[in-house]
């Protein structure tokens, strides 16, 4: 697993354009804190427009400076009373939908104190609204631990609210949603319910929570508060079976009635009450006694296949489809891992279900389809009918997410470990999975789930523990996993996120990891450095909780030292002191409300200032680790550079024989044309002499004739007179010489034509011989440009060898 440091430099030029709202504002709360100005405001409610207005909510993401910064400016200036409140309310509800940003507003931000200062009888009811719309969000899963000092004063109003008679529609509305921020708040959290307690007649608000459950109106909210309640006044064990079957039928009819209404709210709700349901050890034999899951289940699948076909190009209704399918795949989850054989027969609409939602919900999709396959883990093969129907859709979900992997590549591998866990579907992992891939993701995850907060290091150890789970399976059955399994034990963050998991709260996590570390097949030397980090953790806790004993030692002490014995003491006087008392402890008490406000703040400033410590903790770790990276790169490089100058150098020493064994094969042939080209040249000078003479001779021959022939002419002349019968057969006979001159005189022409054509010949072999040494030439330069390439190479050899010396 490498990082590209160019990729993430270049990553790193994108974000800044991302983030620069989010500085712009934080430079303009500054300058509200310094000058309070209304320029400033303006400034602030402008840049909080422009951020609530964003469609990447990926900028809400914990885990980087800026966004530390700019909810750290958010919070400081929605506590003053002058600035721009509901542009950060906006805000707000834009960030709650992002996962990890929820979860860090509630947990590290603390921005319930701030909105439930907000709630008022004088605001309109939209702004009520909006700031219980948000406050549903970021109260999700709030832990409270001690008596805040907002709670009275916000358990006033939602119970006021939710005890209001419901004449009009935004009556209902603000009821409903302060029932589920009660809820959110009161689950869990025994401070808050106290508070509740304190501001309420318990019996009556009993009452008229069961007349809204029976009427319709929030039935799971009532189910987890009277839950609540109930576990408060008389305990969690006091819950009867009748009482979890009854909250279970609620559940399951608010399940029913939220896909068919497309409440998203409601269905979160819904998961959550079931998920706690299943999760607590007191309840959950009586919810795996409950006969009406099939049937339920078996209403809520045909609804179900609306939600994943939603084709509007409204944001807001594909918005409000997406969170409910989202929330009803994960209520399914839950339902499938209670292991009930009656509900198997389900099993094959929920995969056919998970393939459909995939293109909208792929991490929720994957994980019900685990959660499915896992169900067969013991009986060690799947069902054929669902192995045909696995079979058509499975490619499509082998593929590594390709979108954001960092945010389903959990889901994913935890798909892959779930094949590997059945042999009918081992092979189709090795044929259809690559361990580089494999990798990849899981690389992604981690570099994603390094910018999430706590939601993201628990993300990370699950991935991890999945990882190693499915690489120790598939490690027996071919050589390349086996190396892959090496390489991700050998990677430090791997075995830091191990030896985590180890020490952590999560006691099923921990066993998973004992087995990983036991299996036989995981390496000794790993097994012995994952151990090495663990008990040196376990010396640093020890040592912290030594040191916590001691402290509680020398508190109770303090205590016991402080103490005393009052006796021999009237009545009266003892009730005049109990009235100074109560007095005083009612003005401490006001006081320790100011201070505990005060200290909250504090506390939450300082949690704002641990959170930029931690981001930018965690952006210096990436930077290091890329460095790291890009070293061992740069190193490999080095070495893959030396190893090609030595074959380079390799190649050109064979270049160099190669070309002086054909340059003296081309001077063998030059030298072997050369003495051709001169025999050819002797024999055509020897056969032009020939020819020359024997015409010469042949001249010679013609004029000695022609002389003779002159001569009997002039003695025929003479006798003219004479013989004039003799004159005709003498010019016969002279027509005779004149065409044997004629003939002589054409064997001459063709004589001079075939001497012309041997001079023609000649030239073209003095050309021939021409173009031979210029190609001659041509490879002598060849062979100078590859000694002035080798004496180059020679340079640059002596000046690395210079260089690595120095």
Avoid at 247 to 254: F, I, K
Avoid at 303 to 309: F, I, Q, T, V
Avoid at 694 to 716: D, H, T
Wanted: with cysteine; hydrophobic share 40%; aromatic share 6%.
């Amino acid at each position: 697993m490498e990082v590209d440091g160019a990729e993430n430099w270049n990553n790193n030029l994108s974000d800044g354009g991302k983030f620069a709202n989010l500085k712009a504002f934080v430079t303009a709360a500054r300058e509200f804190e310094a000058t309070h100005s209304e320029s400033a405001v303006n400034l602030m409610t402008r840049y909080l427009g422009l951020v609530a207005s964003s469609c990447d909510l990926t900028i809400f993401s914990p885990g980087r400076s800026e966004v530390c910064a700019f909810f750290s400016s958010l919070w400081r200036v929605m506590c003053d009373g002058r600035g721009p409140h509901w542009a950060g309310v906006a805000v707000l509800a834009r960030a709650a939908i992002e996962p990890s940003a929820r979860h860090a507003l509630t947990h590290t931000y603390k921005f319930m104190p701030i909105l439930s200062r907000l709630l008022s009888d004088t605001i309109s009811n939209d702004k009520k609204i909006k700031v219980l719309s948000v406050m549903q969000e970021i109260s999700y899963g709030i832990k409270i631990s001690w008596q805040e000092s907002y709670l009275s004063g916000l358990m006033k109003r939602l119970t006021d609210w939710i005890t209001q008679p419901m004449l009009e529609p935004q009556h209902r509305t603000i009821g409903h949603k302060s029932l589920t921020v009660l809820v959110n708040v009161c689950y869990g959290n025994l401070p808050a319910i106290y508070a509740l307690m304190r501001t309420v007649d318990t019996k009556d608000f009993v009452v008229h929570l069961i007349n809204l459950k029976d009427g319709g109106y929030g039935g799971v909210e009532t189910c987890r508060l009277l839950l609540c309640l109930t576990g408060a006044s008389r305990g969690v064990a006091s819950t009867r079976q009748q009482d979890v079957h009854g909250y279970l039928c609620c559940t399951l009819r608010t399940f029913n009635k939220a896909i068919a209404e497309k409440d998203a709210t409601q269905l979160l709700h819904a998961y959550t009450f079931i998920n706690d349901l299943c999760t607590d050890n007191n309840l959950k034999g009586y919810v795996l006694t409950y006969p009406h899951f099939t049937a339920a289940l078996k209403d809520a699948l045909k609804d179900l296949d609306s939600l994943c076909k939603v084709t509007s190009d409204d944001a807001e209704e594909s918005e409000q489809a997406y969170g409910c399918l989202q929330n009803a795949l994960k209520f399914l989850t839950v339902l499938v891992n209670l292991d009930l054989y009656t509900l198997r027969c389900h099993h094959i609409q929920l995969v056919c279900l998970c393939m459909k939602a995939s293109q909208m919900c792929l991490p929720e999709s994957l994980e019900l389809f685990a959660a499915i396959v896992l169900q067969y883990r013991d009986e060690g093969r799947l069902p054929q009918d669902l192995i045909s129907v696995i079979s058509d859709g499975l490619p499509s979900l082998l593929v590594p997410p390709a979108l954001e992997p960092g945010k389903a590549g959990l889901q994913w591998l935890q798909v892959v470990g779930a094949l590997c866990e059945t042999s009918e579907t081992q092979e189709r992992v090795l044929n259809e999975v690559t361990p580089d891939t494999f990798e990849d993701t899981l690389h992604n995850v981690l570099h994603y789930t390094s910018q999430t907060g706590a939601l993201g290091s628990e993300a990370a150890q699950a991935a991890v523990v999945v990882s190693c789970r499915s690489a120790l399976a598939l490690a027996p059955l071919a050589p390349r996993w086996a190396a892959a399994l090496d390489r991700l034990l050998a990677h430090h963050q791997i075995r830091k996120l191990l030896c985590a998991g180890l020490t952590g709260g999560n006691g099923s996590r921990r066993r998973q990891i004992l087995q990983l570390v036991k299996h036989h097949y995981f390496p000794s030397d790993q097994m012995n450095q994952v151990f090495g980090d663990f008990s040196l953790f376990l010396k640093e806790v020890s040592e912290v909780g030594i040191m916590t004993g001691r402290i509680k030692i020398v508190g109770q002490l303090a205590d016991t030292l402080r103490s005393g014995k009052i006796s021999d003491i009237a009545t009266s006087s003892v009730m005049e002191l109990y009235g100074y008392k109560m007095t005083c402890l009612e003005q401490r008490l006001h006081s320790q409300s100011v201070a505990l406000q005060g200290a909250s703040e504090h506390m939450a400033s300082l949690q704002h200032s641990l959170a930029m410590l931690q981001a930018t903790n965690t952006s210096q770790q990436n930077v290091l680790y890329t460095t790291q990276m890009q070293n061992e790169k740069h190193k490999k490089r080095i070495d893959e550079l030396h190893k090609q100058l030595e074959d380079a150098e390799t190649t050109l020493r064979a270049f160099r024989a190669k070309l002086a064994a054909e340059r003296l094969d081309k001077e063998n042939q030059k030298d072997n044309l050369q003495k051709e080209f001169r025999v050819q040249l002797t024999n055509l000078e020897n056969e032009m002499k020939s020819r020359e003479k024997a015409a010469e001779e042949r001249v010679r021959q013609s004029e000695v004739e022609n002389k003779a022939l002159q001569k009997k002419l002039e003695q025929q002349t003479n006798k003219n007179s004479e013989l004039a019968g003799v004159l005709i057969k003498f010019e016969e006979r002279v027509k005779q010489r004149d065409k044997r001159l004629e003939d002589a005189a054409a064997a001459e022409s063709a004589l001079k034509r075939d001497l012309e054509h041997r001079d023609t010949m000649i030239k073209q072999l003095e050309k021939t011989v021409a173009e031979r040494e210029n190609r001659l030439y041509q490879v002598t330069s060849q062979l100078e440009e590859m000694k002035r390439v080798q004496e180059m190479v020679a340079k640059l050899m002596s000046k690395s060898t210079s260089t690595t010396n120095s």
